[in-house]
């Protein structure tokens, strides 16, 4: 009778071997595939350059110096010349843009026009290589201000470097930004610093 005992004892513990087994696997595996799922989320929920810039727009506070404007323009520019993105995405950016301009500035060009021509630069940019490397603006402390017609009006300068390849190339533009009745600084426009 031992030997029977003995035998179903082995016969027990063979079946209990194989049940923790079983076990172990199926919950190392359901967590494999928890994990592989959650890692597969964190990708698709990463989001572009692009898209947080877009994110943040809806939630942020309009800037509130000459200075902080420049700043989120040239965060936008770099995102139209630098990255990759969809039609409706750039036609996002370019809205968002726009919300900088001084309103003569806006009436001056219909959305259409000014998308058109917003394309046409980027393309001459993609065509050629060429990334926005850096843009340094004026310290605030170098913020000229003024009062003409009646606005309050700033003027400060911008340094962009331009990379293509292994060359470098540093342009200046001078923007000219004025209040508008809500007091907010809007870009009234911009072109290339005098040598």
Not at 44 to 65: C, F, G, H, K, N
Not at 172 to 177: L, S, Y
């Amino acid at each position: 009778m031992d030997r029977a005992r003995i035998i179903k004892a082995a016969i027990l513990m063979i079946i209990m071997v194989v049940l923790c087994g079983g076990y172990y696997y199926y919950l190392s595996s359901r967590n494999s595939k928890n994990n592989s799922e959650k890692n597969a989320q964190d990708q698709a929920t990463e989001m572009t350059a692009v898209q947080e810039l877009i994110a943040r727009d809806s939630y942020r506070e309009y800037p509130t110096t000459p200075v902080q404007v420049l700043k989120y323009y040239n965060e936008i520019t770099a995102c139209f010349y630098n990255e990759s993105y969809s039609e409706d995405e750039l036609s996002k950016m370019a809205t968002m843009i726009r919300n900088l301009f001084d309103a003569e500035l806006v009436a001056n060009q219909s959305f259409e026009n000014y998308l058109s021509s917003l394309k046409d630069d980027i393309a001459v940019f993609k065509g050629g290589n060429i990334t926005i490397y850096n843009c340094e603006v004026t310290p605030s402390t170098d913020v000229e201000y003024f009062e003409h017609d009646g606005y309050s009006c700033a003027k400060l300068n911008c340094v962009y470097t331009l990379k293509s390849g292994t060359v470098y190339q540093t342009t200046k533009e001078v923007f000219i930004m004025r209040k508008d009745p809500d007091g907010h600084w809007k870009i009234f426009g911009f072109t290339l610093a005098e040598e």
